[in-house]
């Protein structure tokens, strides 16, 4: 069954520095979407992105955040300089975006666990 | 901002008993989803429910979707341990130009043998 493979699984980054979060989405998927969840807290909505270009974006994700398909197979996102608040689980999902089934399914990747000290 | 609220945020079962977890919100979704999310790995889809009054049955799991789409209900029978796990509601917005889902906050299910 097709997946969404995200790496790292796990980074440690020191506060300030940059991080890339990489995600190879489901190939014949049109929609890619980052989500994160702190520890403990609900799954947040980060960023929509289709056809090269953010489609949505929440107020989380500010100008520290920003997302990249450099070619036809990856979907990255980057944080510039890296908080402590920053520290937590980072999903990435795709979807074909047609409402066929009568919805649009997301299907998530396992995650990259990101720890800012 | 569509809020999704789930209860209970903990729920802890003898093998065998029923158990049932919500999902309300004041605001109508063109879709619910319900997800399966285990520690240390992503969410994965258990089922989706895009008519109101809509009921989707997966082997032990009943899903429900309310007749206005506001809310929705996860009912498990003859709860099994491997039933333990964190069950995540998440709706699509009727607006929503970037095709995002809003999360419920979770419920911890435990299904002790």
């Known amino acids: 069954e097709p997946e969404v493979t995200q790496t790292p699984s796990h980074q440690v980054t020191q506060m300030g520095q940059e991080v890339i979060l990489r995600c190879v989405p489901i190939s014949n998927h049109l929609y890619f979407y980052w989500y994160r969840q702190i520890l403990g807290q609900k799954v947040e909505f980060l960023v929509s992105f289709y056809n090269n270009e953010i489609s949505e974006k929440s107020e989380i994700f500010d100008d520290q955040f920003s997302v990249e398909r450099p070619d036809g197979s990856n979907f990255t996102l980057k944080i510039r300089s890296t908080k402590l608040e920053d520290s937590a689980m980072y999903f990435c999902a795709s979807s074909r975006g047609d409402l066929s089934s009568g919805a649009n399914v997301l299907t998530f990747g396992a995650g990259s666990r990101l720890t800012v000290l | 901002t569509q809020l999704l609220e789930q209860s209970p945020q903990f729920l802890s079962i003898q093998e065998g008993e029923n158990l049932t977890v919500y999902c309300n919100s004041s605001s109508v979704f063109s879709s619910l989803q319900w997800y399966r999310q285990e520690p240390g790995e992503g969410p994965v889809l258990l089922v989706t429910v895009v008519t109101g009054g809509e009921v989707k049955k997966l082997k032990r799991l009943t899903f429900q979707f309310g007749d206005a789409r506001k809310d929705s209900s996860l009912h498990i029978t003859a709860a099994q341990p491997g039933d333990t796990g964190l069950y995540l509601c998440?709706?699509?917005?009727?607006?929503?130009?970037?095709?995002?889902?809003?999360f419920g906050g979770g419920t911890r299910v435990l299904v002790k043998p």
């Open positions: 998440a709706g699509a917005p009727l607006l929503a130009a970037g095709n995002k889902l809003t």
